[in-house]
């Protein structure tokens, strides 16, 4: 099994930025990508950004490309989301997310809301 704590969410005025943490716990070998998720009001879960634990894989959703940055401290089994230049759309519940790929994740964190102010 693996846990996954997030941490960072908060409310933040439009074109502010704010931090996300993943600390991962258990059996953390067992994965291969660490990813992040958000699922905004009234709206399904999307992805946004993937990293894998070992080399230079890195992956992002359109909507969050050169505003998102994702970054990783295998020594402290963490893995960040740095939110710049947020919009009222990215408001939503932020998930990280463990698995072989990011498209195929068997562990999932509790969220942390993100809530953008126009």
């Known amino acids: 099994q693996v846990q996954l704590v997030e941490s960072g969410g908060g409310l933040v005025q439009a074109g502010g930025s704010l931090r996300l943490s993943c600390a991962a716990s258990g059996r953390t070998s067992s994965t291969s990508t660490m990813a992040w998720f958000r699922q905004p009001p009234g709206k399904e879960r999307e992805f946004v950004a993937a990293?894998?634990?070992?080399?230079?894989?890195?992956s992002y959703a359109d909507s969050v490309k050169g505003r998102f940055t994702i970054s990783r401290d295998n020594a402290q089994n963490t893995v960040y989301l740095q939110m710049n230049s947020l919009k009222p759309e990215d408001t939503a519940v932020y998930y990280c997310?463990?698995?072989?790929?990011?498209?195929?994740?068997?562990?999932w964190g509790q969220g942390t809301q993100v809530t953008v102010s126009s």
């Open positions: 990293v894998k634990w070992i080399g230079d894989y890195i």
């Open positions: 997310a463990a698995g072989y790929t990011w498209y195929n994740v068997n562990y």
